[in-house]
């Protein structure tokens, strides 16, 4: 166990001796003769956390966009000749999920404050009753009530989730971790489009929009029961991990940041409400707000969007919807690897905003079926700053507590993206839908500024905290070591920008 220099605070690579061996906190309890991890060995444990736990959530999550992001689906398998949608009743389905989903962000809290394989299970139940019963709504109303508690339901989810990795992970490899969390929204988006598809083939007696509903919501509800004994609620409390593989994950865990391996250190208010007294929280919100202009309307939009580039059928708009989404997977898992292989966050969100602003300029400057349909390969590449952002704001706060404060004022800021997002796009302005596709060009545009202003932020605190000696200069140690930072009781450590 690193313990802290009387001296300076900064952490020495020395065994704990007996007498703190068990944290007082509940940080990181390790036996006397603990021997550091090799390279190899911390890679293998890294390993073993991935396989049991990405998969898992990418598995959830994908239903969990599925089940938010289905209704421009089952609008164009029947849905609007079964309910009427006639004028903004359509826009108002997916703004009232929306309005529901950033009024419960502060639910997040909930993943630190019970144990997570608890409080996880309850929301998967929560959210897959809710999107199963739509398939029951015989008018307007009865829709919009499900989609108002849907939107509880996965806001208790999906902000949490990004928290509770980095109980798990390295802050320098969470990116990563965080791209295969937020890819299973394009994989949900891509096999929406198909399954849609498929069901719109489908003679049966219950209209295939009820059907959608039913088969993308059942699976959901089942795995509730498979969350509760899978997840498990911090790296002290791991089945597969054993006790060599356990006291090595909550080493490097606590590396750079003040980590909770036991989960005793339980949920801080204090540490939490820092969050709020920083003015570069503010930025990754209003990152994440331009972002969701189109993360949160795309889906919605882009089968109808599609559907009006020509002849295409209903039918056919929800089979060409998936590939762009196909594309946007790899992607993502692409670009946060990157990011985590070279240590940066700024460059790569730039680089998607920009992408992703050709494609909705694109579409918005031309009329062909071919240079449209290209703009809706490269404008949900707007996915990828997603996670990437989630990342860095993991990365910028080094407690448990502090990053839940953080995700809190992220996720209210930018979950107001969408109630802008889902009324760009009224039938009004069909086919072509150009003040849509202009404003989220200019939201692209705005993250990509403000990236450049959040790096340029970052790089300057670091030199600061080089100057005066808080950090290391880079290149000067093989690893950093923490200083103390006596104004936030919290370690300080080099941002990654």
């Known amino acids: 166990m690193a313990i802290p220099d009387q001296k300076d605070g900064s952490l020495e690579s020395q065994p704990a001796p007996d007498h703190l061996k068990d944290d007082v906190q509940g940080k990181v309890t390790l036996p006397s003769d603990f021997v550091p991890a090799t390279p190899e060995e911390e890679a293998a444990v890294i390993r073993k956390l991935d396989w049991h736990l990405l998969p898992f959530v990418f598995l959830l999550y994908m239903l969990a966009v599925l089940d938010r ?47 997570p394989h608890r409080y996880c299970a309850f929301t998967v139940f929560f959210w897959g009753f809710v999107a199963t019963i739509q398939a029951t709504a015989f008018n307007w109303r009865g829709l919009m009530v499900c989609r108002f508690f849907l939107g509880v339901a996965e806001a208790m989810f999906g902000p949490g989730v990004p928290l509770y990795l980095t109980f798990f992970y390295p802050r320098a490899k969470v990116g990563f971790r965080h791209g295969v969390f937020v890819a299973g929204s394009a994989m949900a988006n891509c096999y929406g489009g198909v399954l849609a598809y498929g069901l719109s083939h489908i003679k049966n007696s ?25 997840l498990p609620d911090n790296i002290q409390t791991t089945r597969f991990l054993n006790e060599r593989e356990k006291q090595l994950a909550s080493v490097f865990v606590s590396r750079n940041q003040q980590a909770d391996p036991s989960g005793k250190g339980g949920f801080s208010w204090k ?58 997977f790899f992607s993502i898992l692409l670009v946060t690897w990157l990011s985590d292989r070279f240590g940066v966050r700024g460059p790569f969100v730039v680089l998607c905003s920009l992408v992703a602003s050709v494609g909705f300029i694109l579409q918005a400057t031309t009329t062909g079926v071919v240079p449209r349909y290209v703009g809706v390969f490269l404008s949900i590449q707007i996915f990828i700053g997603v996670p990437l952002t989630l990342a860095w704001v993991a990365s910028m706060h080094s407690t448990d507590s502090k990053r839940a404060g953080a995700n ?27 003040k849509g ?44 070591q923490d ?7 919290v370690p300080r450590y080099r941002y990654i920008w």
């Open 69 to 115: 992001s289905n209704l421009g689906n089952a609008r164009l398998a029947g849905m609007e000749d079964d309910i009427d949608l006639s004028g903004y009743r359509y826009n108002w389905l997916g703004t009232i999920f929306y309005i529901a989903y950033i009024c419960s962000q502060w639910t997040l809290i909930g993943w630190k404050k019970f144990p």
């Open 408 to 434: 809190a004022i992220m996720y209210t800021i930018g979950q107001c993206g969408p109630l802008l997002g889902t009324n760009v796009f009224p039938d009004s302005e069909n086919p072509y839908f150009r």
């Open 271 to 328: 540490e939490c409400l820092l969050a709020f007294k920083e003015p570069k929280s503010l930025l990754p919100g209003l990152m994440y707000f331009g972002f969701n202009v189109s993360f949160g309307s795309l889906p919605l939009f882009v089968p109808t969007i599609i559907s009006q580039m020509g002849s295409f059928t209903r039918v056919e708009a929800n089979g060409l919807s998936a590939p762009p989404y196909f594309l946007a």
């Open 437 to 480: 596709m202009w404003i989220s060009a200019a939201m692209c545009l705005m993250c990509a500024g403000i990236a450049i202003v959040l790096s340029t932020i970052l790089i300057a605190e670091n030199k600061k905290m080089e100057r005066e000696g808080l950090i290391p200069r880079k290149g000067e140690e093989k690893v950093e």
């Open 206 to 230: 219950i209209a295939p929009w009820k059907l959608l509903f039913i088969i993308e919501g059942i699976p959901t509800v089942l795995l509730a029961a498979v969350t509760w004994y899978w």
């Open 483 to 489: 200083a103390a930072d006596e104004t936030r009781a």
